[in-house]
């Protein structure tokens, strides 16, 4: 048996973006710092950063192994304890562990936990335990393995494979990626390129940034692989311009691999080249479109073109090309190094593997998980996302970005795969999972994603440009309370248009949360048209705040958090809104423990 006591321990601190914002760079410092400080420091532990371990909600976190300790929402001043008591003491400090809501134990494993036992990790399997910026991490939990596999097929059983496993791609279409790349190899032409979509633009999405962040080498092997199969020298990783750790964690894993013979020319001595060149995009969110993508790679604006051929047919500066997303690419490695069938076993009929998932809102384990797809919406939310926040009912799901739609609360056991999102109304998109509670007003919803879908139309055809703005006008009057009589049957027929007509995929998904709001909840778009009332208090216009006197305790805390100090009460007494000052932010019935305050109909409309 191991002697834990006598073995070095190993301090994972996770630096993903968010861990970062919280401040896990000076925790790791911290411990850098201190350890150095202390005498044979060799012999006792070693400080290692991590990518982003999923768990967001309770981040900075800190890793020790081989103890197989998770501490919690770790600040600097939390450093010496934790070297004191765990790293020299073989001890466990009680209050950084994750208390669970429910039981009210403390657990000191995050493998205890049902946001990482019900995850099955495939495209995040590296991340949150390596470096990023270690080749030889990577290398140790089998990286570049799968090239070397690759290497001794051809390149019909490589693309073989890719078929056989059933892969889709993660982006959002869904494209089966085996036939893409066979497309591909047909083509005649001999000069070929390989393209990683990195321009992740989705509101609350961080599935890709996570993945170019914290495992960098997977997405470089699989594009490797793919360009040995294909024959392609020359390829290209297009990654936002805001992503700087991405950024930064790429050029240091391209470099890497280079000095590793891995890029480059006669890659491990081989009549066999490929060349890796980051391009940052200027943010445009219709850059994710494979075709504005390429004319933004080319130097051109970022506009799509009408697909009468593929980018696999004639891409960039017009050749075949393969464009796969951060995601797809991490799968390579695996579905290559451990067998199609092995990955085939994974999944749905029509849906095989896993999807990545950024799971945000009102919900309350915000993170990154990944799932079997077929995952119920049911057991991501309520099991692995621990719930609702403050109790509340859950509402609706916006699924597949802002041009996803949004899945009611009669659909919670609808299975997440690309069918049967389809069918609801919705999509995969790249992975996005926004929770919303009964707080949440789907008329605003929809208004708010028709917004940033008009600012993000790069405005090429018309009936994008023209008929979203016009969607974005109807949605904004009934928001304001000057919904009219036929305002939903229009916004159905505009949408119509603008998914039929539309030149590329913004234009023909962007009515998505329109269609599927009317859908699910029509009752409350006529309730703000007919009865100029909103249910969810959320339309100001709409909306009147008021405190119930049967269930007002006078606890003080809707007035302590009102922002206008228009709510008035002595302690223990019942409290009232003056609803003059009342600027109807809302802050009353987010903070009340015991929903005394009532939304009621403005009065006077």
Known sequence: MRNKQNEVRQVMVCCGTGCQASGSKQVLEAFITQLQSLEGVEAVASTKATGCNGWCEQGPLVKILPDDITYCLVKVKDVPVIIEKTILGHGIVERLLYRDPISKNRVQSHHQLDFYRKQKKVALRNIGEIDPASIADYMARDGYQAFKKAITMSAQEIVDEIINSGLRGRGGGGYPTGLKWKSCLQQEEKQRYIICNGDEGDPGAFMDRSIMEGDPHTVIEGMLICAMALGASKGYIYVRDEYDLAVKNLTRAIQDAREHSLLGDKIMGREFSFHIELVRGGGAFVCGEETALLASIEGNVGEPWDKYYFPSEKGLW?????????????????????????????????????????????????????????????????????????????????????????????????????????????????????????????????????????????????????????????????????????????????????????????????????????????????????????????????????????????????????????????????????????????????????????????VGL
């Open 318 to 602: 017009g050749y075949p090309t393969v464009i796969n997303n951060v995601e797809t690419w991490a799968n390579i490695p695996v579905i290559i190094g451990q067998g199609a069938q092995d990955f085939a076993q994974i999944g749905t009929e029509n849906s095989k593997g896993t999807k990545v998932f950024s799971l945000v809102g009102k919900v309350i384990n915000t993170g990154l998980v990944e799932v079997p797809m077929g995952t119920t919406l049911r057991e991501i939310i309520f099991e692995i996302g621990g719930g609702i926040i403050n109790g509340r009912k859950f509402k609706a799901v916006q699924t597949g970005g802002p041009s996803g739609g949004c899945i009611p609360a009669e659909l919670l056991d609808l299975k997440l795969d690309f069918d049967s999102l389809h069918e609801a109304g919705s999509m995969m998109g790249s992975g996005g999972l926004i929770v919303m509670d009964e707080r949440t007003c789907m008329v605003e919803v929809a208004r708010y994603y028709l917004n940033f879908l008009a600012g993000e139309s790069c405005g090429k055809c018309v009936p994008c440009r023209e008929g979203i703005r016009h969607m974005l006008e109807i949605l904004t009057r009934i928001c304001e309370g000057r919904g009219r009589t036929g305002d939903l049957e229009l916004l159905e027929e505009l949408a119509e248009t603008v998914q039929e007509a539309s030149l590329c995929g913004l234009g023909k998904t962007a009515p998505n949360p329109v269609l599927s709001t009317i859908r699910y909840f029509r009752a409350e778009y006529l309730d703000h048209i007919e009865n100029r009332f909103c249910p969810a208090g959320i339309c100001r216009n709409l909306t009147r705040f008021s405190i119930d006197p049967e269930k007002c305790t006078g606890c003080g805390l809707c007035k302590k958090n009102c922002p206008a100090n228009c709510i008035s009460g002595e302690r223990k007494e019942v409290h009232t809104i003056d609803p003059q000052g009342c600027i109807k932010c809302g802050s009353c019935i987010d903070t009340c423990k015991f929903n005394a305050v009532l939304v009621q109909q403005e």
